[in-house]
């Protein structure tokens, strides 16, 4: 339940943000689902390799790259 109340809350302040952002004369660009996904496509191996060496380098947990894969996955259902 909390977790619904912070999404809901992050939600708005993203929403208000943008509103702010627009009232102050900024230009709002939204991709469309194509573009996000030629953007996954071309992005995300390079930056998942980057993560890893530095993780390695660091000796911090694989784990810790894959809870934040599915986490972002997750929030892409949403």
Do not use: C, H
């Not at 530095?54 to 810790?64: G, L, M, V, Y």
């Amino acid at each position: 339940m909390v977790l619904a109340v912070q999404r809901g809350q992050n939600v708005r302040n993203v929403y208000n943000g943008i509103k702010s952002l627009q009232g102050k004369g900024m230009e709002i660009y939204t991709p469309t689902e194509k573009e996000l996904q030629v953007f996954r496509e071309r992005s995300q191996k390079p930056v998942i390799e980057f993560v890893e060496k530095t993780f390695a380098e660091k000796k911090i947990d694989k784990k810790w790259i894959d809870l934040a894969l599915k986490s972002a996955k997750d929030s892409e259902k949403e």
